[in-house]
């Protein structure tokens, strides 16, 4: 049974509004992690490092989003096999505004420390 204090409905919805937003964030910072090119003749040193800089940046920001979509994934499979809500540590429930406020939270506050 999922959480019993907690709309699933917009909790699912707020989920799904997520992940597309991440998928859009996703899609339009493709050309920033694009390998930059190297040319010494037309950029100079530091130009290049900026350059080299702003592709790490990216791309680890690409990462923190492919983690964000991997949890709304994993919470969205929560609420289909009806476990959304319960601590993965105790199984006790997790504060209904705590999950309103996140939902992709998976310990109690207590367990979270």
Known sequence: MNHPEVDIAVIREKLLTLDTTLREESANSEDSRDTVMLDQTSV????????????????????????????????????ESESFGECIECGEWIGAKRLTWDPLVLKCIECAD
């Open 44 to 79: 100079g040193r530091l130009s290049r490092m900026d350059a080299l800089q702003g592709q790490a940046m990216a791309k680890a920001g690409e990462q923190r989003r492919q983690l964000k979509l991997k949890q709304i994934t994993a919470a969205l499979q929560r609420i």
